[in-house]
């Protein structure tokens, strides 16, 4: 069984950076795709990033692509997103999924069976 588990987000002004992790135990970041999505109050949830389960690719939401670096550390089995330059329309609860070894890189959500409870990024105009 896969588990994740957020931390980093906070309350932050606009054009500040921010640091969010995740935590995975189960399984190995270097078997599995990684990916990270938000949901803003009164919207659905989106796509921000995601990296290969080899590390080698990554895809990024048009949104935040410049801004947000996805980058995993298998010394301790956690992925990363790197936000910067961040706006008001980036306060969101940040979610963290999984996929199955050796799965798709993808930007959809059915193709992550494994979550996090999240964690929320408030960015202050």
């Known amino acids: 069984q896969v588990q994740l588990e957020e931390s980093g987000g906070g309350l932050v002004q606009a054009g500040d950076s921010l640091r969010l992790s995740c935590a995975v135990s189960?399984?190995?970041?270097?078997?599995?795709?990684m990916a990270w999505f938000r949901q803003a109050p009164g919207k659905e949830r989106e796509f921000v990033a995601c990296?290969?389960?080899?590390?080698?690719?990554?895809l990024y939401a048009v949104s935040v692509k410049g801004r947000f670096t996805i980058s995993g550390d298998n010394s301790n089995n956690t992925v990363y997103l790197q936000l910067t330059n961040l706006k008001s329309e980036d306060t969101a609860n940040y979610f963290c999924?999984?996929?199955?070894?050796?799965?798709?890189?993808?930007?959809?959500?059915?193709?992550?069976?494994?979550w996090g409870q999240g964690t929320q990024v408030t960015v202050s105009s």
């Open positions: 999924a999984a996929g199955i070894n050796n799965g798709l890189t993808s930007s959809q959500e059915r193709n992550y069976y494994y």
């Open positions: 189960g399984r190995s970041i270097d078997d599995i795709p």
């Open positions: 990296r290969s389960w080899s590390g080698r690719s990554t």
